[in-house]
């Protein structure tokens, strides 16, 4: 299940990356195509939102007594501040 839940992440990370260059040479356009194209990109957006969210619970779920993540890893990211001073767990 780990290696699963790190792949799809994985995916999702290329994902995001390949639509947003995506929308920013088509989604400027006015044609039809376009009118087709936003919920069909809403749609998507709205899977991975659903993958994101089911990759944290997770790895945020204890397993004898443990969670999925690494503990190294784990504290390393609870403790990251974000830009607006929060720590990078209480963005979640």
């Excluded at 779920?61 to 990211?77: M, V």
Aim: hydrophobic share 40%; proline share 3%; aromatic share 8%.
């Amino acid at each position: 299940m780990f290696g699963s839940t790190v792949e799809s992440l994985e995916v999702v990370s290329h994902l995001i990356t390949r639509y947003a260059i995506f929308e920013d040479v088509h989604m400027h356009r006015n044609t039809a195509a376009t009118t087709e194209l936003e919920p069909a990109l809403t749609g998507l957006y709205a899977k991975i939102l659903i993958v994101l969210a089911k990759a944290k619970r997770y790895f945020q779920t204890p397993t004898a007594g443990e969670s999925h993540a690494p503990k190294s890893n784990h504290h390393r990211l609870a403790n990251l501040s974000s830009a607006n001073g929060k720590k990078w767990a209480e963005c979640f």
